[in-house]
């Protein structure tokens, strides 16, 4: 139905031309299913925006035919194009929040494209349009047709944008990360919906996703894409059991999974044995009946109801839970950038909750609890240098400067793995791997007991991923700290937490050791959360 | 944790425009016309700075014998009604109108910059009380505040600066508010809290310094402003006072006599205005190019 032949794009930058795809070719057939897998930079983005023809500017497709049921798009004019997308060919966005019109009601947003493509008339486009919502399971459709993007969560903008791109029935569906930023169980519930309509309506799919094993679960076929090339193309379970090119089996490896380790993740010369870790049986963390509650519209609202739980010193304890589940907001108490309402949080026998958050930076303790932010880019001051970012703990806390300071700024970005060239360099110039090494060393600076890992992962590749989820493991054995690692991954949890913690709406629902309730889950909660994750099939790499 | 780097070991060197000024050097380069708005700024600048000495006539020596003289070569805009020399008025009326329109605007930088910081950071009643402050002010007609402010303080230029700078400062303070509202929680500010900074250090040293280059569009266009408020003060008789030479008085005094033909008293001053004004409305890119670290890619 589509075939691409030696498709080429270059982008015009200030330092010349980039060449993001590099002549790919690739067929997707009635019904079918293709994976597009690939790292942050690999492509795979630009060719499904080359295809529908709305690359960015500097943007230009220099070789190639795109044909899609006979059609050449290359040379089909704008008008045509307009017609054949949302019509012919559809796509669903990164973020379902930024790809709706956030003042406009979302039933009129699927109106608009029905009218657009005459698929509908003014008397009957609400009618259409709410069949359209219980096509995408929305429950009331009728009255969520009312409804604006910011009342809807983001599992459900994720279906009005998939509602929107099916109403005129297209035949090709471009899916491009659907579910990057949605919780796992509604990631599930997102996927299994597009592939029961994708083959409801016999419709061909392009999946684009960095994820390895959400991939293999719901395509017929995939290609492996890598620096704007395809390196790879199989069935799924072919490429998992026999990766035959060096980077798929690279892949393979580093996507976390039931029965690999830490170490296995990494390509195999880079494997070293695994570090001793010693965990103490002394509380370090004792958190007691802590309580958060926020003011809300309809009453106060309680983010976090009472949770007790401990951390050993040396200990890496997971914190597993949702969106709305209070794991954030636990964090953010802990680390003292938030007052808890009621309740002890007892650090090395103190209460640190006494002091106020606002007073907490000249508290002795200050340097005892750091933290790794979840979204690289954010932490980091976009006007400092990774030098300044790594900088700022040492000279505000211990006050140290000079080259006693950057020597020490050196040493860390030598033990996070971060080339010194880099340190003169400000964040957007680093890529997201580089700039989470930056984040962990700031937070090590001051050699803290407790670090808390706010998902520190979530917007990394795998190949990054897992270069520093074992960075991680090897400060914890050099610098004896405890962690407290709060993350939506399960698996990621299961490689680096000796304990887990499971959280729903402001409640530990489940805990104890990390196999023991990984394994045989007691709660149906953590059944579900452990059933929604994808899981790759059994490879023979590790 | 040599072998860890293998996959990001760093591309290519130092890059041209990785200095403060190579990155200049490419944002003129890149957009001519940030390029011309720099020249013509230049050009200013030298008039205001070396005018007074190198005019050819006393700005202020009157010479009643050759009292409005059409342009020639020895009086390149003519004379005036008093016999001065156009020319010279005008290129050292420059250095008087930049002053005021560098002070006030400088001024209500400043000032707006605290004011909106406080209120984007903290919020609360803080921030309704100095929103509605600034709502006050906006509220009135701008230049008839300003001639309010003049006529109550009085007729000096430091007045003249005053008034300027408090028609200015909402909109300083509005865009510092926003800009830094949305980076309250943003997780470099978090990250510089838990580093040990104070609320106030992490305000003035991480949060304020990002909302600088949407500041610099605004200052470019408020020195255009301030040049015509400043002159449009003198024009309606508050503010600088004859015989002192300014763009606004001397449009003032030579529209008196267009309709009698000379041209040249009012044309010359008004389109040095006119330049000064394009001049700063042009740089307001370039500018914010400059301070923006994202743009040194």
């Known amino acids: 139905m589509l075939s691409i032949n030696n498709l080429s794009v270059a982008f015009k930058t200030r330092k010349g031309e980039v060449n993001a795809v590099r002549g790919i070719s690739l067929n997707v057939a009635k019904g079918e299913t293709l994976g597009i897998v690939g790292e942050s930079g690999s492509g795979k983005s630009v060719t499904s925006y080359a295809l529908m023809r709305i690359l960015d500017a500097g943007g230009e497709i220099r070789t190639g035919d795109v044909t899609y049921s006979g059609i050449d798009l290359r040379a089909a004019s704008e008008k045509d194009m307009r017609d054949i997308r949302g019509r012919e060919i559809s796509m669903i966005f990164q973020n379902p929040r930024a790809a709706l019109n956030p003042i406009r009601r979302v039933g009129h947003q699927i109106e608009d494209v029905l009218i657009r493509h005459a698929q509908a008339t003014r008397q009957d486009a609400k009618e259409k349009a709410i069949a359209a919502l219980k096509a995408v399971k929305i429950n009331d459709a009728a009255a969520r047709y009312d409804a604006y993007p910011f009342e809807l969560s983001g599992g459900m903008c994720q279906r009005i944008v998939i509602a929107i791109a099916l109403a005129c029935k297209p035949r090709l569906l471009i899916a491009d990360e ?56 199989d069935v799924p379970a072919q490429l998992f059991t026999n990766p035959q090119h060096a980077y798929t089996r690279k892949l393979v490896d580093a996507t976390p999974r039931l029965g690999a380790s830490l170490r296995t993740l990494l390509p195999p010369e880079a494997r070293r044995p695994e570090p001793k870790l010693r965990v103490q049986s002394n509380p370090l963390l004792e958190v007691r009946d802590l309580v958060k509650t926020y003011p809300g519209k309809s009453g106060p609202v309680q983010a976090v109801k009472g949770i007790s739980f401990d951390i050993n010193a040396g200990q890496s304890l997971g914190l597993v839970g949702e969106s709305g589940s209070g794991k954030s907001t636990t964090s953010e108490m802990i680390v003292r950038l938030q007052d808890p309402s009621s309740g002890n949080i007892i650090f090395d026998r103190q209460d640190i909750a006494a002091t106020p958050s606002a007073r907490f930076m000249r508290h002795p303790m200050r340097r005892d609890i750091q933290m790794v932010f979840q979204d690289a880019t954010d932490s980091l001051n976009p006007r400092g240098t990774a030098a300044a970012a790594i900088a700022e703990p040492l000279a505000r806390i211990d006050g140290m400067r000079g080259s006693k300071l950057s020597a020490r700024v050196a040493e860390l970005a030598e033990l996070v793995g971060l080339p010194q060239p880099l340190l003169s360099r400000f964040p957007h110039q680093l890529s997201g791997g580089q700039k989470a090494r930056v984040g962990i060393a700031r937070a090590i600076a001051l050699e803290p007991k407790l670090l808390i890992l706010d998902e520190p992962t979530a917007a990394l590749d795998v190949s990054i991923q897992a270069i520093v989820l074992n960075l991680l493991v090897d400060l914890r054995a050099q610098m004896g700290m405890s962690y407290l690692f709060v993350s939506h991954d399960l698996n990621v949890v299961r490689l680096l937490c000796d304990e887990v913690l ?18 045989t889950p007691s709660h149906p909660y953590t059944r579900a959360l452990i059933e929604a994750a994808p899981q790759p099939p059994k490879s023979v790499a590790a | 944790m040599a072998d860890m780097t293998a996959p990001e070991t760093p591309r290519a060197p130092a890059h041209q425009g990785d200095t403060t000024l190579g990155h200049i050097a490419y944002v003129l380069r890149d957009n001519p016309v940030t390029l011309l708005a720099f020249a013509m700024l230049a050009f200013f600048l030298g008039c205001a700075v070396f005018g007074p000495a190198l005019v050819p006539y006393d700005p202020l020596a009157t010479h009643a014998a050759r009292a409005l003289e059409a342009p020639s070569w020895d009086h390149w805009f003519g004379t005036d009604n008093l016999g001065r020399d156009v020319f010279s008025r005008v290129i050292v009326a420059t250095r008087l109108d930049l002053t005021i329109s560098v002070a006030a605007v400088a001024l209500s930088f400043a000032l707006g910059s605290v004011l909106g910081s406080i209120a984007g950071y903290w919020g609360g009643w803080l921030d309704a009380v100095l929103n509605r402050c600034l709502d006050t002010i906006m509220a009135f007609p701008l230049f008839v505040l300003a001639m309010g402010v003049v006529a109550a303080l009085g007729n000096t230029v430091e007045n003249i600066i005053y008034a300027t700078a408090i028609i200015n400062i909402p909109f300083y303070a509005r865009l510092v508010r926003a800009e830094v509202n949305i980076r309250r929680h943003a997780g470099f ?109």
């Open chain 2, 189 to 297: 500010a978090q990250a510089a809290k838990l580093a040990g900074n104070s609320d106030l250090r992490v305000l003035a040293v991480h949060i304020f310094p990002n909302a600088l280059p949407p500041m610099m569009v605004q200052v470019s266009l408020n020195l255009g402003w301030a040049i015509l408020n400043a002159a449009g003060l003198s024009f309606i008789g508050l503010g600088v006072r004859p015989p002192t030479p300014e763009w606004g008085i001397m449009v003032a005094e030579g529209a008196n006599f267009i309709v009698s033909g000379e041209w040249w008293l009012a044309l010359f001053p008004g389109l040095w205005l006119m330049l000064a004004v394009f001049t700063f409305n042009l740089l307001g890119d370039g500018l914010r190019d400059i301070v923006d670290p994202r743009k040194r890619t």
């Open chain 1, 178 to 233: 659907p579910t990057t930023g949605l919780d796992i169980t509604t990631q599930k519930a997102v996927m299994d919906l597009v592939g029961d309509l994708a083959k409801a309506r016999g419709m061909g799919m392009i999946l684009i996703t960095h994820d390895l094993g959400l991939a293999s679960q719901y395509c017929d076929r995939i290609v492996v894409m890598k620096d704007g090339l395809i390196v790879e193309e």
């Open chain 1, 502 to 519: 499971v959280m729903k709406q402001g409640d530990i629902v489940d805990r104890g050791p990390t196999a023991q309730v990984m394994d």
